[in-house]
């Protein structure tokens, strides 16, 4: 199994914080990971991105322009990465701000309401847990207690009361993501 | 001691790994993409474990010079930077060769010429492995391709700086310095104790002066010096070769590539096989000294070879050499702080292997 | 229907009271919200316009936040290397000495890695402008200590506060240069009020007029933020500013001979 993902959204959206998660969920689950952020001035308010590789064996490239899975957090991003899904991949967008939605009818296409269904949670700061959430509901390739067991690895320890609620948050991820087109 | 598994960037590794390999100091200046080592040395105040010093210096011209003096006490000292920082640092690395004093440079490259960019490159070749300062001087030159080596090598390095009295460059680049990966960091090593006899540490009645120098008037003497030099780097040249091969034994066709590239080129060697073309890759692990007798025998099976690197075709020049005209040698590059794609390198092999 | 007060009709020349300067460009200025350096580059680019200099002036621009000062300003510009503006404007300025030459520079460039360049420069006396903008952190690579941070003050490199004991003071590049001979007027403003904007456009306008009388180097330092490495938001960081920085780097002239002379008269 190799899984090739790309997050990608605004700078403060916990873009790469969630891609690191993810890493270290999965090392829980004895798989080989690599995280390659975008990085420099750019990621001021501007856009950021990380490409996420999960699999069973030893990662080559971690490097990519394709993926399997693209998860989009804005409009700059589902513009430049729309095009970047393997043929038959996934792309899960957060509606909220969306002008243009996506357009290919060669992949599944899942929408999830993170940044609303956060605000309805009384954190923005959970929202990149929602999407974790519906991510791993259409590809449950890590546990869900893995993740509490990743959150536990990758938060500092003053943080640790608050991986209940991101638990809850990525249930309700689970809970909300929807499909809006099949391949 | 059990190694430890941990989930870092690559930066992050060098630092840690510093730590745990006992180094007495580190010297640095920021800089991206590397100012991680700075930063994670500084949070983990070493001071307060192993007594390490950590320093911002106020320039990379201090820093390495911070290092000189360090390295002329016997201790094991290292800085880091990236590309610009590297140019400043030159004349210390050359006062450092000259007067054969061990240390660890590390280099995150970014593209260049100038300030260029800050993405990723591998365009200081030439820089580290043919000199970089003036004078007829080799660098040790380790080439990481992941988060692992990028620690592995820290140790590596120091071990190979004390034994050939001699600077090391660990020469990584911005995507293996930003990346995070598994590691498994060695445990804690005690700082050492013991002070190498030529280290200007007081001079006790029982011994001459110790003098670290680079400085000698008489041509006699300095070409005997340069001499001795010469048979230094044959020494290293002899002992020191390291690479890793990938799928060579049944190979038609040669990729050659090291650090971020050899991470494509491995793919690129699975995408190509895929297709039914038989790839071998080759990765330098040391680029000074470089692979060449590995080279030269393979030269003797496959028909073509190509240097996949982030530049405009400086290691090419090394292949070509060991190769001396048994096969074809192309090179395949990109630059600017962008990174080939494993279908590019596919596709510009399947050029060849049709074109030629 | 006449009633009716179209936006054109307001767009008067007579009814102008704003307007963009002609030596700043059409291109959108990068820097955080709330970030002193584009107040600072409008500045400059009112005086070049208003004292009729673009066609004579020569900018430096430093490595830092403000490495795209030369985007922002129709002007001609070199791109110098990290702490290097100094010495480029001491040849530009001795090559061509009727032009006007300034530095842009800020504390990382010209307290840590260009504090020689900038010390030797004044010591000579190299007629030119030096701007300074000290926001006490290595704003462009991250928030990282610069030598001009404030004890006790957090910075990536900094993590538990700056040590005085193992980190050194915050260094005053201003009041040292101001003990140079070859330096001629020094002053320290900042541009965080409307008030305090003016002071510093009249502050540099002195420079321009001393850099015509051939007086020698003018150092004009504004001490200034950086919302985003700070951590703060820019009303927060506009306050922490007044309250930690101004105390230690306090506003004012240092050094202005014909100033003294007049309040001695
Ligand atoms: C030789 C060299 N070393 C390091 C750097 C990296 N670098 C770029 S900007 C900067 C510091 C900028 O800080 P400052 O001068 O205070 O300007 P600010 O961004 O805060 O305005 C550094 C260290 C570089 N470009 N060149
Ligand atoms: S990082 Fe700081 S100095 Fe740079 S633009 Fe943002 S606020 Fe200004
Ligand atoms: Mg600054």
């Not at chain 1, 309805?120 to 974790?132: E, Q």
């Not at chain 2, 991206?32 to 500084?42: D, G, R």
């Not at chain 2, 048979?231 to 290293?236: D, G």
């Not at chain 3, 100094?86 to 990382?108: H, N, S």
């Amino acid at each position: 199994m190799t899984e090739e993902i790309i997050i990608a959204g605004f700078g403060g959206q916990g873009v790469l914080s969630m891609g690191k998660i993810m890493i270290h969920s999965a090392v829980m689950q004895d798989l080989e990971v690599s995280w390659m952020p975008s990085y420099g001035p750019e990621m001021r308010g501007g856009t950021a991105n990380v490409t996420v590789i999960v699999s069973t064996e030893r990662i080559s490239s971690p490097i990519l322009r394709q993926f399997d899975t693209a998860i989009i957090l804005n409009q700059q991003s589902l513009d430049k990465f729309e095009g970047s899904v393997k043929q038959g991949g996934t792309l899960i967008y957060d509606t909220n701000g969306i002008t243009r939605h996506p357009e290919r009818k060669d992949i599944s296409v899942y929408s999830i309401d993170a940044v609303e269904e956060a605000g309805k949670m009384n954190n923005p700061k959970i929202f990149n847990m929602i999407v974790l959430g519906g991510y791993l509901k259409i590809k449950p390739i890590i546990k869900t207690e893995n993740v509490v067991k990743g959150l536990q690895e990758s938060l500092p320890e003053r943080y640790h009361h608050l991986i209940p609620l991101n638990q809850q948050a990525i249930e309700r991820g689970m809970e909300i993501i929807r499909k809006v087109s099949e391949s | 001691m059990e190694r430890e598994l941990r989930l870092m960037k690559g930066n992050e590794a060098v630092a840690e790994a510093a730590i745990r390999a006992g180094a007495d100091g580190y010297f640095g200046y920021p800089i991206t993409p590397q100012s991680e080592i700075l930063e994670y040395l500084m949070g983990a105040n070493p001071m307060e474990t192993t007594g390490m010093v950590v320093l911002q210096a106020e320039s990379e011209v201090a820093a390495i010079n911070m290092v000189y003096g360090g390295a002329g006490c016997g201790k094991k000292v290292m800085t880091s930077s990236s590309s610009p920082g590297i140019s400043l640092k030159q004349e210390g690395i050359t006062y450092i060769a000259g007067s054969e004093l061990p240390c660890l440079i590390v280099n995150v490259v970014r593209g260049g010429p100038g300030l260029g960019t800050i993405q990723p490159a591998q365009s200081d070749y030439f820089q580290a492995v043919k000199g970089g300062g003036h004078g007829d001087y080799h660098l040790i030159v380790l080439a990481p391709a992941s988060v692992q080596e990028m620690a592995d090598f820290v140790d590596l390095g120091f071990e190979l700086a004390f034994k050939y009295r001699n600077p090391v460059m660990m020469l990584s680049d911005g995507a293996i310095g930003q990346m995070m990966e598994k590691v498994w960091l060695s445990p804690q090593k005690e700082r050492s104790k013991t002070v190498p006899e030529w280290a200007t540490t007081g001079k006790p009645p029982t011994r001459e002066r110790n003098i670290i120098t680079s400085l000698e008037l008489n041509p006699d003497n300095q070409e005997k010096f340069n001499q001795k030099l010469v048979e230094k780097y044959n020494r290293i040249r002899e002992n020191e070769v390291r690479f890793e091969e990938f799928q060579c034994s049944d190979a038609d066709y040669l990729l050659v590539a090291y650090g971020t590239s050899a991470r494509i080129c491995q793919k690129s060697v699975q995408l190509a096989r895929g297709e039914g073309l038989k790839v071998g890759l080759l990765r330098p692990i040391t680029l000074f000294p470089f692979p060449s007798k590995r080279l030269s025998e393979l030269a003797e099976k496959v028909s073509l070879m190509i240097s996949v690197e982030m530049s405009a075709g400086q290691m090419v020049e090394d292949v070509l050499l060991s190769v001396n005209g048994k096969v074809p040698v192309y090179h395949y590059g990109r630059m600017g702080g962008i990174v080939p794609t494993p279908d590019e390198v596919v596709a510009f092999l399947k050029s060849k292997i049709i074109g030629g | 229907m006449a009633e009716v007060t179209g936006i054109k009709e307001i767009i008067k020349p007579e009814n102008l009271v704003y307007k963009r300067t002609s030596v700043m460009t059409d291109e959108t200025l990068h820097y955080c919200p709330g970030c002193g350096h584009g107040t600072v580059h409008r500045i400059l680019a009112e005086i070049i316009d208003e004292e009729g200099l673009q066609s004579e002036t020569i900018g430096i621009t430093p490595v830092g936040c403000s490495v795209f000062l030369y985007h922002y300003l129709d002007i001609d510009s070199q791109e110098a290397a990290h702490g290097r503006a100094p010495a480029l404007a001491t040849a530009i300025k001795r090559l061509m000495p009727e032009k006007f030459v300034f530095t842009y520079q800020g504390d990382g460039d010209l307290a840590a890695i260009g504090t020689s360049e900038t010390i030797h420069a004044c010591n000579r006396g190299e007629n030119f402008l030096i701007i300074f903008i000290n926001n006490g952190i290595y704003g462009m690579t991250g928030g990282q200590m610069a030598p001009t941070t404030l004890p006790g003050m957090k910075s990536s490199t900094s993590p538990f506060g700056r040590d005085v004991k193992t980190m050194g003071n915050p260094l005053k590049m201003t009041d040292i240069v101001a003990t140079l001979p070859g330096t001629y007027y020094v002053t320290r403003q900042s541009v965080h009020t409307p008030a305090n904007v003016r002071k510093t456009k009249k502050a540099i306008r002195k420079a321009v007029q001393y850099q015509k009388l051939n007086k020698g180097t003018c150092f004009v330092e504004v001490v200034s933020n950086c919302p985003s490495n700070w951590k703060m938001t820019p009303v927060q960081a506009n306050k922490w500013m007044e309250e930690n920085m101004f105390p230690f780097y306090p506003l004012g002239d240092l050094k202005d001979p014909e100033k003294q002379s007049t309040e001695q008269k």
